[in-house]
């Protein structure tokens, strides 16, 4: 049986070779990558929501050659704490699939069983994710309008994804867990002393959530050397900074051969109460 719900009548869905049905005949096709697609035509805001093809395609570059490892280790030892032999994990916005794709290899090779599934509004993005591990079910979907059933999830991550936490009380059982991972203060500095003549840290804080209860926030840090402009440009392209970056800040960027920048996130972990 599927971790999707059918999005119309919210039934079941059961995977088949090609498509999802739900026993209401409701039937939704299966990519040849991979992926379903779950996202109701009154769900969606623009022709193609979500991250573009040039932003994927850049997370996909940088992501692939391990930059920030570091942040999945912890996630892996973490999940793997949290989860049991056969948990259902669900990774709300989870892009291009780098960290889906390795907590669920973390999780086999430790001998569990993991029901996962991965979800994310932008098509373009979702294509990569499917491809990188068919272990795991993927669909494109609204993380406000999640296709699963109420405490489906034993595990729910939020890997800089926006926080739908209505969504998130509803499909995370009592007592499983919730993962929210955010930049923390100084996260990629050095990068913005490039871009910025007035960089600014982000906000860090700890707040409290309705129906979930803190159970810990784990830091990750470390500093990334990226040796080619490449490898510069990926990381500027997948950030938010690409967006709104002075055109002489992206001048200064784009004259470096190498850039050694810091990299810190905050994991907020929580349980479902």
């Not at 997370?59 to 892996?76: D, H, I, W």
């Not at 929210?180 to 002393?193: G, N, S």
Request: proline content about 7%; charged content about 25%.
């Amino acid at each position: 049986m599927s971790l999707f719900c059918c999005p119309v009548c919210g039934e079941p869905l059961t995977r088949e070779e090609h498509v999802y049905r739900c026993p209401n005949r409701h039937s939704f096709d299966i990519a040849r990558e991979g992926y379903t697609y779950l996202l109701p035509p009154n769900q969606k805001h623009s022709a193609a929501p979500g991250d573009d093809k040039g932003m994927a395609a850049a997370r996909r570059e940088f992501l692939s050659k391990g930059y920030y490892a570091p942040l999945l280790n912890t996630l892996c030892n973490e999940i793997l704490a949290r989860s049991g032999p056969e948990s259902a994990i669900l990774d709300a916005g989870c892009g291009e699939g780098y960290y889906t794709a390795g907590i669920y290899q973390a999780l086999t090779a430790a001998g569990r069983r993991p029901r996962m599934a991965g979800t994310d509004i932008s098509k373009a993005i979702l294509r990569y994710a499917a491809r990188r591990e068919k272990g795991v079910e993927f669909a494109v979907a609204s993380s406000f309008h999640l296709p699963l059933s109420d405490g489906a999830a034993d595990v729910l991550l939020d890997c800089f994804s926006p926080l739908a936490l209505e969504e998130f009380r509803r499909v995370v059982r009592p007592g499983g867990a919730f993962l929210y991972v955010v930049p923390a203060a100084d996260h990629l500095w050095q990068l913005k002393e490039v871009l910025y003549d007035q960089p600014y840290a982000n906000e860090e804080k700890e707040t409290p959530y309705e129906g979930f209860a803190y159970e810990a926030i784990v830091p990750v840090e470390d500093t990334i050397t990226l040796p080619s402009q490449a490898d510069i440009q990926a990381l500027f392209q997948m950030t938010p900074y690409y967006w709104k970056t002075p055109r002489e800040g992206a001048a200064r960027l784009a004259a470096l051969e190498t850039l050694s920048t810091r990299i810190s996130f905050r994991i907020h972990i929580f349980r479902r109460v």
